[in-house]
């Protein structure tokens, strides 16, 4: 097995370089970036439907949608409106890297972007480990999975500087405690932001849409350089 | 990345080699042995707990309960009682293989095993690889993910011989169709069979305890060496 873990390190460390440039790039520009992960069907690509509903009419959106295969995601997020938006298919690998993303970033426009949002595949474990340049990463969780999932996947809820809890319109169809998911995510997270929506009622997605809003207004001032 | 294909596939070999073990072992002792499949959150402890619930008296059945960390789910399972269970934390790996299931089994007395079910680590990718000495796969999803997930994770789809469709009783709050998830199966694995039921209102599970009834009072028939 010492033979597997050089091999894991040497990828990972070609990894960080790769997401150091893409950083550089992003950060130059002044573009937020944000690595959304969460288990299938949490609702990633939905959340990222509201929030162009809301936003793209204000800002230039950049969306890098990730899945093991078809172009699903991308494609309702082209259909959603008012975005760039660049597919990746894994074909098989189980997270996004560094150099697909650098590669899907190739054939974007990055001066006319506000915000790029990274929809990784959906995957609770392996996207925790790999570093694609973003500023955070945000776990998206729904009411309809298990309460005990920081404690079950501590990796994913540590390196993430947001949790998002989706589909609080099924809160109370099953033993799933709002309460319990954040004592346990912050049991993991201290300083875990937490917000908690439904996309599908619409239900605190304001809250989401000023946060983002002020994360995009915030990287445009001089003075954050 | 020549070097990383050549040892992932030095892994998987040494897996088949101590999955065949494993096979061999519970084929001479007629013990039909499930993986059991997911995303994280689609209810693959639910099922067990029912399952239990309604095969303990009759049967003598074997879990082991995989987790990325914590116990939870063999704490759960042992809570419901009539089981052996072994647990195993795979300290951050993305899945189950064979030398971990290998370990577990080496704790349980096969000798008084009518069935022996893993619940693998909450992931629809990774676990799709590892061959853990299973008769076959079973996949469950819920009604509460997207309805394209076999579309889009079809390498799990394709290797298992069963989908269980959970929570039903959440079916008409979402877009998700039944029907729709059925035929997007079947497009990628024509011979997948298929049962629908809800953990929670106990509707369906019936044809799940009828099937796996079957499945062990077959293995024991002499017929079937």
Redesign the interface.
Not at 67 to 70: G, H
Not at 151 to 155: E, G, S, T
């Given at each position: 097995m010492t033979?597997?873990i050089a091999?894991e390190k040497?990828?990972l460390s070609e990894n960080d370089r790769l997401a150091a440039e893409i950083r550089d790039a992003l950060q130059q520009r002044r573009i937020p970036a944000l690595n959304l992960v969460s288990?299938?069907?949490s609702g990633k690509t939905s959340l990222l439907e509201v929030t162009l509903k809301a936003l793209a009419r204000r800002f230039s959106i950049g969306l890098i949608a990730g899945?093991?295969?078809?172009e699903?995601?991308a494609q309702r997020l082209r259909a959603a409106g008012g975005a760039q938006v660049q597919a990746i298919v894994t074909n098989?690998?189980?997270h996004l890297d560094a150099r697909m993303v650098g590669r899907a970033l190739a054939g974007m426009n990055l001066e006319r972007m506000d915000l790029l949002v990274i929809e990784n595949?959906?995957?609770?474990?392996?996207p925790s480990s790999y570093d694609l340049g973003e500023d955070m990463k945000i776990v998206l969780?729904?009411a309809?999975?298990?309460d005990?999932?920081p404690?079950?996947?501590?990796?994913m809820f540590r390196r993430a500087a947001m949790m998002i809890v989706n589909?609080t319109?099924?809160l109370g169809?099953?033993d799933f405690s709002l309460e319990r998911v954040q004592n346990n995510a912050r049991s993991i997270n201290p300083d875990l932001q937490i917000l908690s929506l439904s996309c599908?009622t619409g239900s605190g997605v304001d809250a989401w849409i000023a946060w983002l809003t002020d994360l995009i207004l915030q990287a445009r001032r001089p003075s954050a350089e």
């Open positions: 033979e597997q091999v040497k990828i288990s299938p069907g899945d093991v295969q078809t699903n995601d098989g690998a189980c595949v959906g995957n609770l474990v392996c969780i729904s309809t999975e298990g005990d999932k404690l079950k996947y501590p990796a589909k319109d099924l169809f099953s599908r």
